[in-house]
């Protein structure tokens, strides 16, 4: 199975497949690990978001197949149940896609009352684009600049982008510099808006692995948004990255990742120890924002709430 096809099959429904029986605990990532109090704050200076990407299956607006500037990300699920259940689990903040935050135009205010009912603030807006067609690149900015207004209009502090294309002849010998190119003008779009822009690796495109990771970041000066899973999964090792890039991360990611069969998991299991992230995430003394990111689960909420469980403990003091 290529990249791609894993990448798409984990983003199914959440309510039409369960993850197989063979999820496996790791159990060196929770060893040594002391309880903690539900949004503790004190030993890392983090606050605990959650993305809402989980309530629904994933996918993207269909106009946008003729439209580009109106092909955004979506969860296709309730928004404001997904907040509400984010808030029970714990957990202070969430970001949304493009697609979800710009169902609410021209009633911000729909969306505004939910987080406030539920205690969880808007952090980040998360936005894709291929970013290195000249012909397109001018549309997908300005989608982008839509969804970052949308963004500031509701608080949130952060705009994540991930994106650049594989073409269908293989990468073009400037294809970094173009990406690097166009991640500028989404600092410069965030940087309007009041929020600051993050770049996220992402399975599927052009930057995956870490010689990758390490090439984009030589073209642009955007932030770094770490995505553990999707580092690791191509290849990568999220503690070292996050240590070699510790000046450009001030927004994470975290996710479980499992191997066989491909999956993406809760922070509790799977293959990928988180243990050594969190200390990389102390050592360098990361400070704000970590978003917990699982893209499908047969019941979302108790996904929100099996990792809360383990933050509590991880971020406690050592």
Known sequence: MTTLEKCAKVQGAAGEKSLPSSV???????????????REE??????????????GPLGGNAVGVTSITQLT???????????????????AGTELFDGN????????SDLRAALNQSGVALVAGYCGANFIFDDILAEELARIERAAAAAAELGAEHLVVGGG????GGRQSDDFKRLGAALDKVVDIAGRAGLRAHYHPH??????GPDEVREVFKHTAIDFCPDTAHLAAAGGDPAAQIREFRERISYVHLKGWQREPFAFTPLDRG???MAPIIDALRETEFSGWIATELDAWPDPKQGAEVSMKYLKQATRPN
Request: hydrophobic letters at 40%.
């Open 24 to 38: 496996r605990h790791t159990a060196d990532a929770t060893r040594g690990l002391r309880p903690g109090r539900l």
């Open 42 to 55: 004190i030993s890392m200076r983090v606050k605990l978001a959650y993305h809402a990407n989980c309530w």
């Open 73 to 91: 990300y979506r969860t296709f699920g309730d928004m404001e149940r997904a907040i509400r259940e984010i808030g029970e689990a714990g957990f």
């Open 101 to 108: 935050l710009l169902d609410y135009a021209g009633r911000y």
């Open 165 to 168: 294309a594989k073409r269908a």
């Open 203 to 208: 399975l599927s495109t052009i930057v995956e």
């Open 271 to 273: 293959d990928l120890n």
